[in-house]
Nanobody
Framework: QVQLQESGGALVQAGGSLRLSCTASGLTLDYYAIGWLRQAPGKEREGISYIKSTGGSSDGAAHFAESVKGRFAISRDSAKNTVYLDMNSLKPEDSAVYYC???????????????WGRGTQVTVSA
């Protein structure tokens, strides 16, 4: 049974930083693309970053939406079967529930992913 667990969400002031973690059981994250998506109240879910798998022909590259490029970073810790989202220079508009998700190739759409965590709340105060 595949399970994804996000952690690290918190209330932070604008300009601050947070690290979100996504830990998996039931599969090895290295073999999959991992995405981070977020949903603010009243808005559609938005894909903000994904990292490709490190196996086979995949290059393991990281990709970012324009809204977070230059402020967020994504990385893997294979030993811990965990993917991180490091968020810097946070803005109030970054407030949302953040989800990690697993899929074969990655992307910015919900349809690119097969397994989902339950989300972690990030709130950025002005």
């Amino acid at each position: 049974q595949v399970q994804l667990q996000e952690s690290g969400g918190a209330l932070v002031q604008a300009g601050g930083s947070l690290r979100l973690s996504c830990t998996a059981s039931g599969l090895t994250l290295d073999y999959y693309a991992i995405g981070w998506l977020r949903q603010a109240p009243g808005k559609e879910r938005e894909g903000i970053s994904y990292i490709k798998s490190t196996g086979g022909s995949s290059d393991g590259a990281a990709h970012f939406a324009e809204s977070v490029k230059g402020r967020f970073a994504i990385s893997r810790d294979s030993a811990k079967n965990t993917v991180y989202l490091d968020m810097n220079s946070l803005k109030p508009e970054d407030s949302a529930v953040y989800y990690c998700a697993v899929g074969p190739w990655g992307g910015f759409d919900d349809a690119d992913f097969d397994y989902w965590g339950r989300g972690t709340q990030v709130t950025v105060s002005a």
